[in-house]
């Protein structure tokens, strides 16, 4: 049965609560075994790492979705952080200053889990506040 654009968005909601709650052993529900993230295939297990690595250097990690836009199989999302990293983000000398910016994330779905993510980190607004 085909996604629908309410279902997909639901879908995405559940996968984004997922991240903040860090119930990692529930990241299969959502993100295919072959997981492509910027164009190279991590599989799940080097997505999982990512996003344990990302909360180990941001413990105030937040995902806030700020725009949802659904077409099946293709979501986009303009997500919102408030946080503080603990040292070098984005190679940007943050040393834990709270910082605010955004994410455009472009994914992809098949089979109801995501098999492809583009993600773009507004850079330039984290060097305006440093």
């Not at 993510?117 to 506040?129: F, G, L, T, Y």
């Amino acid at each position: 049965m085909r996604m629908t654009e309410v279902d997909l968005a639901n879908l995405y909601r559940g996968y984004i609560a997922c991240l903040n709650a860090q119930d990692w052993a529930q990241l299969s529900k959502f993100v295919g075994d072959d997981v492509h993230y910027n164009g190279v295939r991590i599989g799940l297990a080097g997505y999982r790492h990512m996003l344990e690595k990302d909360f180990d250097d941001i413990p105030d990690l937040h995902f806030d979705i700020q725009l949802l836009v659904a077409q099946p199989p293709q979501l986009a999302s303009r997500l919102q952080f408030n946080c503080t990293p603990r040292h070098v983000f984005l190679g940007l000398p943050v040393q834990g200053r709270t910082i605010s910016f955004a994410e455009n994330v472009f994914y992809e779905f098949s089979a109801g889990k995501i098999v492809r993510v583009w993600s773009v980190i507004d850079k330039a607004a984290v060097e305006a506040q440093l």
